[in-house]
């Protein structure tokens, strides 16, 4: 069982938007704004897509955003591709250690 | 672009040792912390173990506590993870990942390597 909880799929169509929530605890996503999300194609590493909370690194598309309320993290997918399926995690620091979703399978159907 | 590619995976048996090196290239590796990460087959993620740029801290999973030892040589450029008692749920790819400007978040992730336990 995974520290933080995610949905186990998502789906959309090419253009909707749709949201991933990731809900942790008051000692994780409560307590510290440095939640990240990565996108992980099969076989392949994580790329990290959104970090503390809401920012994009260099390179990433402003069609993904990243929100927290209370214990409660959110990644938004906008005008979906279908090269956005994929894996997507989010991720956490609590105390003194990481904290991961189990992860969400996206489908753009 | 950061670089960091693993090596010292294998098949390896049931309370056995192993240990996995991660060299890293086109930064400067001894201003950033470093992490472990893992991913079973067809799992999600799971943190292993992160180490200060400096080595003067480390941190754990409990579920590798006293039995994995994470370190790094930064005269080499290398992130190591000593593992010993090595159970069939350690079988997994193991990431290794550089803390970003902000220590806590791995930003970017090597390739993986394959550790597998099994008799």
């Known amino acids: 069982q995974s520290a933080l909880t995610q949905p186990a799929s998502v789906s959309g169509s090419p253009g909707q938007s749709i949201t991933i929530s990731c809900t942790g605890t008051s000692s994780d996503i409560g307590l510290y704004d440095l939640v990240s999300w990565y996108q992980q194609f099969p076989g392949k590493a994580p790329k990290l897509i959104i970090y503390?909370?809401?920012k994009w690194p260099s390179g990433i598309t402003d069609r993904f955003s990243g929100s927290k309320s209370g214990t409660t993290a959110s990644l938004t997918i906008s005008g979906l591709q279908p090269e956005d399926e994929a894996d997507y995690f989010c991720c956490s620091l609590a105390d003194n250690r990481v904290v991961f979703g189990g992860g969400t399978k996206l489908y753009v159907l | 672009q950061v670089q960091l590619v693993e090596s010292g995976g294998g098949v390896v048996q049931p309370g056995r040792s192993l240990r996995l090196s991660c060299e890293a290239s086109k930064f400067n590796f001894n201003l950033f912390g470093m992490h472990w990460v893992r991913q079973a087959p067809g799992k999600g993620l799971e943190w292993v173990a992160v180490?200060?740029?400096?080595?003067?801290?480390?941190y754990y999973a409990d579920s590798v506590k006293g039995r994995f030892t994470i370190s790094r040589d930064n005269s080499k450029n290398t992130l190591y993870l000593h593992m010993t008692n090595l159970r069939p749920d350690d079988s997994a790819v193991y990431y290794c990942a550089r803390g970003g400007v902000q220590l806590w978040i791995p930003d970017f992730w090597g390739q993986g390597s394959l550790v597998t336990v099994s008799s």
């Open positions: 180490i200060w740029f400096d080595e003067t801290k480390t």
């Open positions: 503390e909370v809401s």
